[in-house]
């Protein structure tokens, strides 16, 4: 039931997005997770592992064999039925702690696959949010420097002015044109890197605007990796590589062997009994064999155990050094989030505001003549600076924030 609810809410999101025509962050994380060709192919490739646990008590071929004419007597039509089969020691339960390690290795390989995929789409589709702002904002400071050609073209045919400041302010405008283009050019890439995680024939459009600041609620401690899939997958390698060193231990032990034959003995005298018949072909003798297999040239096997001890231990270094890599990054992660959160804050509560009261005075005082041109494009400029830079800073505090649920594992 709860995987119908799943298919039902992923189909209603999906039809929502199409009917729309933009798409919001969850749709897309759903999207990709359904459709991404590699997270397929994870998911294929936990299916194979999981078919492996079929080999667990994996027996060689049965052996059946025919012994017909002259083996034991002048009769030629003596026959011997055999029916054997080897054992390997492996097969006696090793082979299948190995094969369940093998499928748990998989399915948290496709878990951080999934996590990556998650990480790229939001991190990509935050940065189509603060492109999109900054479209915004080039197209206030288009306006504002459009005005200010008006003016500066009629006060030169005035003769107020001179040429410099028309120039100026076309040059203003002609800049931000270019910007506007760039800026345009930058949201085509990015949707375009979003529809291939999406695996879309379409061009998605996103819905997150106005670009706003994600909600967190504190930053993490080292507890936070536990439930990192790249981490529990480097983890899990070390079982593995213990399982396989077990397989290649119980390989070094002898196979053993059981058996039935059934056969004639023609021409056999009875003397168990005393009795002196001879058997004939409608007499059958029967048993078992048991048997081991011994190892007489250790060399190879040895070798085989050192090697998986050695990849035991490779294993195990491997994971502690992802390990300490990942805590680092998280450590600067953290770092980066209160860099960034105490510039966000810098901006909201001094910042903005100035930055509205200079631009507004700044066209307020240029109107009425108080001020030159140089004054107010001065003005206007580190109003657009101030309102730049907060944009920036909040597109650098949600993506510290995606980085840090990526490397915490959280969807």
């Avoid at 299916?47 to 007597?73: A, I």
């Avoid at 040429?163 to 800026?183: F, M, Y």
């Avoid at 994971?319 to 953290?334: P, S």
Wanted: a positive charge.
């Amino acid at each position: 039931m709860k995987k119908i609810i799943t298919a039902l809410l992923t189909i209603s999101s999906l039809v929502g997005f199409s009917q729309s025509g933009k798409i919001t962050i969850d749709q897309a994380v759903d999207l990709a997770l359904k459709n991404n060709s590699g997270i397929k192919a994870a998911h294929y490739d936990v299916q194979s592992q999981r078919q492996f646990k079929k080999t667990s008590f994996d027996l060689p071929k049965t052996n059946v064999s025919l012994v017909y004419g002259q083996y034991n007597s002048y009769s030629k039509k003596d026959n011997n039925f055999t029916i054997s089969q080897s054992i390997p020691f492996a097969a006696l339960g090793s082979q299948g702690a190995l094969n369940r390690s093998l499928i748990a290795s998989s399915e948290l390989r496709k878990a951080s696959t999934e996590n990556e995929l998650v990480y790229q789409v939001k991190q990509i589709y935050y940065q189509l949010a603060f492109v999109q702002a900054r479209h915004n904002l080039l197209l206030q400071q288009d306006s504002i420097y459009e005005g200010f050609l008006k003016s500066a073209s009629l006060r030169y045919k005035t003769g107020e002015t001179n040429l410099l400041e028309q120039t100026t302010a076309e040059t203003q405008r002609n800049d931000v044109k270019n910007q506007l283009r760039q800026n345009e050019a930058n949201s085509t890439i990015l949707r375009t890197q979003l529809r291939t995680l999406l695996n879309s024939d379409v061009l998605p459009e996103i819905s997150e605007s106005p670009l706003t600041a994600l909600l967190f609620k504190e930053s993490p401690d080292t507890t936070a990796l536990a439930a990192n899939p790249s981490l529990a997958y480097m983890r899990q390698q070390v079982e593995v590589a213990k399982h396989q060193k077990k397989v290649e231990s119980a390989n070094f032990a002898p196979d053993l062997l059981v058996g039935y034959f059934n056969q004639t003995l023609i021409g056999t005298v009875d003397t168990e009994t005393g009795s002196g018949k001879m058997a004939t072909s409608g007499d059958r003798f029967s048993g078992i064999q048991l048997g081991i297999s011994i190892p007489l040239w250790f060399a190879p096997y040895q070798g085989r155990v050192k090697a998986a001890e050695y990849k035991k231990q490779q294993a195990q270094s491997s994971y502690q050094y992802f390990q300490t890599n990942l805590l680092g990054q998280l450590q600067q992660a953290a770092e980066q989030y209160t860099k960034n959160k105490n510039s966000l804050d810098y901006y909201r509560a001094s910042a903005l505001p100035n930055a509205d009261l200079i631009l507004k005075q700044s066209q307020i005082g240029f109107r009425a003549g108080e001020i030159d041109y140089a004054v107010y494009l001065l003005g206007v400029r580190n109003a657009i600076s101030i309102k730049e830079g907060h944009l920036q800073t909040l597109n650098d505090y949600n993506q510290s924030i995606i980085y840090i649920e990526f490397l915490s594992g959280l969807k």
